[in-house]
């Protein structure tokens, strides 16, 4: 049994990778692909995909069973603090009460960056109504910190855009924020291929969530496979504390003292 212990809300998970469940040719593809990917919980997005708002429909419930995965219902498609709320609050019906959610609260269509005025008062309404909050910002240090003291459970700064796979474009951000938050902290949106997975964990982020990268991949399911395998390897270079970093130069790889003197 491990002692790195990876928790939200007070569970224990053992795999810190997150994974979305659109994008994917169809719900078989996207079991097949979530399976690979060994994540235990998963995103949905509620105004998107049917978990019986539709009934008579196909519903991921039945290849994502709640009993094998918990669900992270997501306000995906969300403008306003008010809608993101009622839906989280549709969420919590369909799913029998159920607490852990993904708030997002988008900005523009072009960007689909958050608005976080708007992420802030909604994220203070549910908190206060009981939901656990996950909840997806900018890389903002200051906005991640007062997200943390309203109350969320996780802080998901973005990496890059949604669904752009351009990978983490501020680093140094991420690392303030890491720093300075309590809460666990996963990188949402933007990974585009395994390193960039590999990278967010080295730098001390406690988990990732990812969609596109995985769905939108020529193999997904292989694809999954590789971001499960990245994360493991980002976490355990992240624990094993990688060598300091020096100014340019070299230093041999084997002694320098006792050489045998070539011969003449
Ligand atoms: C699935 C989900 O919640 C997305 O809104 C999330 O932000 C993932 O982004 P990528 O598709 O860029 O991984």
């Known amino acids: 049994m491990s002692d790195d212990i990876f928790q939200i809300a007070g569970k224990t998970y053992n795999s810190r990778l997150i994974v979305g469940t659109g994008k994917y040719q169809d719900f078989a593809q996207t079991r097949e692909a979530v399976k690979a990917s060994g994540a235990e919980i998963v995103t949905v997005a509620i105004r998107r995909v049917n978990i019986g708002q539709n009934a008579g429909e196909a519903s991921l419930l039945d290849y994502l069973p709640p009993s094998e995965f918990t669900y992270l219902p997501n306000t995906a498609g969300c403008y306003t603090a008010e809608d993101a709320i009622r839906t989280l609050r549709l969420a919590r019906e369909l799913l029998d ?14 960007t689909l960056f958050p608005n976080v005025r708007e992420t802030l008062k909604a994220a203070e309404v549910l908190v206060k109504d009981g939901f656990d909050v996950m909840v997806y910002t900018s890389d903002d240090p200051i906005i991640a910190k007062e997200l943390q003291e309203i109350g969320c459970c996780a ?7 949604i669904g752009s796979g351009m990978g983490i474009l501020n680093p140094w951000n991420l690392r303030l924020i890491i720093e300075q938050l309590s809460v666990p902290v996963l990188v949402d949106a933007g990974v585009g291929t395994a390193s960039d997975a590999t990278i967010a964990l080295e730098l001390g982020c406690d988990g990732i969530l990812m969609n596109t990268a995985i769905a939108h991949a020529k193999d997904p399911v292989r694809m999954a496979r590789a971001m499960k ?26 002694p320098v003292s006792g050489l045998i003197a070539a011969s003449k």
């Open 155 to 161: 802080v998901m700064p973005l990496a890059s855009l």
């Open 229 to 254: 395998l990245a994360v493991e390897a980002g976490r355990e270079s992240f624990l094993a504390g990688r060598m300091p970093k020096k100014l340019y130069s070299a230093d041999p790889s084997s």
């Open 97 to 110: 009460g159920h607490k852990l959610v993904k708030l997002e609260v988008l900005g523009d269509q072009h």
